[in-house]
Each structure stands twice: as structure tokens, then as C-alpha cells.
């Protein structure tokens, strides 16, 4: 499975559970607004709660653990993030790190391909595994009484994995057919993987997570096993553990398995190239006669959380909220509800980086509209706050969704586990993650505004454009 979008702020963190960055679909209703003193208290507590029940340590080898207590149900969760993603390849090696996802799955000789998926499966539990920029990580949810079994798998095949071409080479295969179904065949996919490729032009950004066509039919055995033995390393990984456990428990299972695991390699800094400032406005336009909606996508180079200054990713999060986060937000209430020419539009903050975010408008047209009227639509949006600002209605209203989908996230012990995970993947710390409804709290008007005229400029952007293909026109 391939996750491009990671984390990027609680609110559109949330959100990526439940569709993907590409999804053009009309926005979904915000709960209703409630008064701030009783949303915001219980956020605070939460908050607080939540970070006395935290334990982290870190083992001899290097391999750091977090646990995150959770005792409503009898349920646990194991994640193991390597912090390592496709921003991390070699070049000419794109897709790699995709691709040592798949093979993580073929077995070691304690346990054969198929053995640990079994195992998790006959006791009724989940898995699953992500290929991001920057990290890869893999989980399992299964009943809380198994956790030292899959602890024991999982530290298994972080030392023992056992490739030969006969496990390589038909697997190779299979992502080249995942990335035919799921980006060669989907005209949206295409466009953006375009887009990317023109807003990155200098950083591994630009470059698909699973691979460039032409590249990944080169990846080989010898480049999988370089790549595993260089970073499938505990001293490269967190081990995140959710649920139905205690921290000693968790400890005592920690020494028994992830512990023998010798620290095997020295990944050593995470040097990679810089994206440029950007000078001028840059467009995409892609037409497919399987193009039935037209629709149109703009992404903005901005700083993620790992590297804005100040409050600056905050502001960006409460500003794509309140540019279009949903049924309350400028771009609905003036594109949709007022004048009835979209048929969805919406905005966000993709802030979750080691290196640079994105912050991302896009929308589609309704009935006899047209892409041109969507644009200027929000460009007009776009226009009033970065000439007028926000109110401070606006912010606290904002600043109340935000306070929600904190609340709502601590209901889902995987969504929890995998923020917390993709966090200390690109930078951040455990307690970056728990101090940010606090952060969000500091945010001030003025903070939005002047992120809205510092990153929402023509120069920073690329626009691209979803088109049905003209009659007459034939496909290259």
C-alpha cells in the first residue's frame, strides 16, 4: 500500500482517513460549532491525559519505543516505522523502497512467506503496511493477549528477511501491475503525479513513491537487499505500541525480541536536495477520453511542520479550513451553495514532511460550468483573504473544528498510533505532537493572514487541469 500524504495536521489528518488528497468529491458537513470554553477545556484535558499516559524508551540496539495506553477495549496495536521512504532512494532507484515493502512479506527461515499473515488472521486481527516519502512502517491489530507474538514476528524479519529471485522477480511484477491499475489507468493519478513532479523540481518530492515505470523494471535482488540492510535497522526505527497494553509489559516484550535484534547498519543523516525558491507559476493539463468530470487541482510550496518557523504550519492549517474545509468554509459557501457552479472544492494543508508541505485548493465544475469558472472562483477566495484577511469568527470557528478532530482522533487507537508515528518519522518529537492543540490555540488572525500573503502566491503554485479529451483528438 502506498501512502503519499502521510499526516499534515490533526484536522486534515482526520480527513485522509476517510479520502484521499486527490479525492474531488463534495465536501462533507462540518459538525456544528460549540461554544469554545467547553470544546476547548476538553481538548485541554484530553490533551493532558493523553500525554501523562504516554511512556517512551529506547533499547540498547537504537530501536525507540513509544506506548500509548488505551484499555476500552481488549485490542492492541504494534507499528514498526522505519524512517525511510522513496525521498530516501538512490537515483535510478525509484520505487525501491515501495518495492522492499511488498518483499518484507516473503518470510525468513523461522517463519515462511505467509506464515505471519496467517498467524494474525486466524485470531481474527489486521494488518497492513505504507510506503510514504518519508518512512515505511507496518502494523497489525489483533487481540491484546497476541501482542508478544506478532513483537516476535515482526523483530524477525527485521534481521532474518530472506530474498532470492524466485520471490523478487514475480513480485516485481506485481508493482508494476499496481502501478498500472492504480496510476497508468487513472487519468486523476496522472495528473497529479504530473503536478508533483512540476512543484518539486529539485527535491525527491517530485518523484512518485512507487516508482518511475521505466526505473522500477530495473529494480533487482542485490538493490532490495543494499536497501534492507542499510536502513531496516532498529537504531532507524520506532516501534509504536497502542492500546490494551502497559508500559512494563511492553518493555519486558520489547527485551525479549526487538532488543536481540543487533543494530546492524548507520543510516547516517538525511541529506537530500533543496527545492529552490520558486519564480514563476507553472501549469499542467492532462486530457483522457476516460475523463468524464473536468476538475482542476493547485498546489502550493509551502514549509511543513518540521520546518516552518514560528506558527506558521498551524496558521496554514487553520487557513485551509477556513478557505475549505468544508460546508462553512469561503470556497462552499461561495462556489456551491452560492453560486451553484461546483460540484465540490475544498482546500488543505499537507504538512507532514521531513523536507517541504503543500497546501492544495482544487475543485470541480457542476452541470454546464466550466474548469475556467472554478478557477476564478477561487481565485477571487483566495484574493479576499490575502487583500482583506480572515475575521476573528472565522479563526474561532476554525479553531473549534480543529479542537474536535483532536478529541475525535483519540477514538481510533490506529489513527492515533500513526500520527504519533509519522511525526517522529520526519522530525518532530512526542511532545510536538501533544503540544499542538496548543499551538493551534496560539494561532491569532494575524498569524493566517500573513501566511495566506507569504505562500499563497501565483510564483509558488502549480495548476493542474483534469480535462475530457476534445472530440477528434487521438492519444499519442
Known amino acids: 500500500m502506498i501512502s503519499k500524504i502521510g499526516t499534515f495536521g490533526i484536522a486534515a489528518f482526520a480527513a485522509s482517513l476517510l479520502m484521499s488528497a486527490a479525492n474531488l468529491a463534495t465536501a462533507q458537513e462540518a459538525p456544528a460549532p460549540q461554544p469554545q470554553t467547553t470544546v476547548g477545556a476538553t481538548a485541554t484535558s484530553e490533551a493532558k491525559a493523553e500525554e ?75 494488518e497492513n503496511a505504507f510506503t510514504s516519502y518519508d518512512y515505511t512502517a507496518y502494523y497489525q491489530q489483533v487481540p491484546s493477549d497476541a501482542l508478544e507474538m506478532v513483537m516476535g514476528f515482526e523483530a524477525d524479519r527485521m534481521q532474518n528477511l530472506i530474498l532470492d529471485d524466485a520471490a523478487v522477480l514475480p513480485e516485481r511484477n506485481v508493482i508494476l501491475e499496481e502501478r498500472g491499475m492504480r496510476i497508468d489507468n487513472d487519468p486523476g493519478a496522472q495528473l497529479s503525479e504530473a503536478s508533483q513532479a512540476a512543484l518539486f523540481q529539485n527535491s525527491p518530492y517530485g518523484i512518485p513513491v512507487i516508482g518511475w515505470r521505466g526505473e522500477m523494471e530495473k529494480l533487482s535482488r542485490e538493490m532490495a537487499i543494499a536497501f534492507y540492510d542499510k536502513y531496516y535497522t532498529p537504531n532507524n526505527a520506532t516501534l509504536l505500541i497502542a492500546g490494551d497494553v502497559t508500559a512494563e509489559r511492553v518493555r519486558q516484550l520489547a527485551d525479549a525480541t526487538f532488543a536481540k535484534v543487533p543494530r546492524r547498519a548507520e543510516p547516517g543523516e538525511r541529506i537530500r536536495p533543496a527545492e529552490p525558491e520558486p519564480l514563476a507559476a507553472r501549469t499542467v493539463t492532462l486530457t483522457d477520453p476516460k475523463v468524464t468530470q473536468p476538475s482542476m487541482q493547485r498546489l502550493y510550496l509551502v514549509p511543513s511542520e518540521t520546518t516552518a518557523e514560528g ?154 487541469y483534469l480535462k475530457p479529451q476534445p472530440d477528434g483528438d487521438k492519444r499519442s
Do not use: C
Open 52 to 126: 501523562a499516559r504516554i511512556t517512551t524508551f529506547t533499547l540498547p540496539n537504537g530501536l525507540e519505543v513509544v506506548v500509548l495506553p488505551d484499555h476500552r477495549a481488549p485490542v492492541v496495536t504494534q507499528m514498526i516505522w522505519y524512517k525511510v521512504g522513496s525521498a530516501d532512494e538512490a537515483p535510478g532507484q525509484s520505487g525501491i523502497a515501495h518495492f522492499l515493502e511488498h518483499l518484507m512479506f516473503k518470510g525468513t527461515k523461522a517463519h515462511p512467506e505467509g506464515a505471519f499473515s496467517k498467524a494474525v488472521s486466524d485470531i481474527g486481527g489486521e
Open 311 to 464: 506558527r506558521e504550519a498551524e496558521a496554514l492549517d487553520v487557513l485551509a479550513d477556513i478557505l475549505g474545509g468544508g460546508t462553512t468554509s469561503r470556497l462552499y459557501r461561495s462556489l456551491v451553495s452560492g453560486q451553484g457552479i461546483a460540484a465540490g472544492v475544498g482546500a488543505y494543508y499537507s504538512g507532514t514532511a521531513l523536507n517541504d508541505g503543500q497546501f492544495i485548493v482544487y475543485g470541480s465544475p457542476r452541470g454546464a460550468a466550466t474548469i475556467d469558472a472554478i478557477e476564478t472562483g477561487i481565485n477571487a477566495e483566495i484574493t479576499k483573504i490575502i487583500e482583506k484577511g480572515i475575521t476573528a469568527d472565522e479563526l474561532e470557528r476554525a479553531k473549534n473544528r480543529v479542537r474536535k478532530n483532536v478529541i475525535y482522533l483519540r477514538d481510533s487507537q490506529t489513527a492515533m498510533a500513526r500520527r504519533y508515528g509519522a511525526a517522529v518519522s520526519t522530525g518532530q518529537t512526542i511532545e510536538d505532537v501533544q503540544k499542538w492543540p496548543e499551538r493551534i490555540e496560539a494561532v491569532t488572525v494575524d498569524d493566517v493572514n500573513a501566511v495566506a500573503r507569504k505562500y499563497l502566491q501565483p510564483k509558488r503554485s502549480v495548476t493542474g
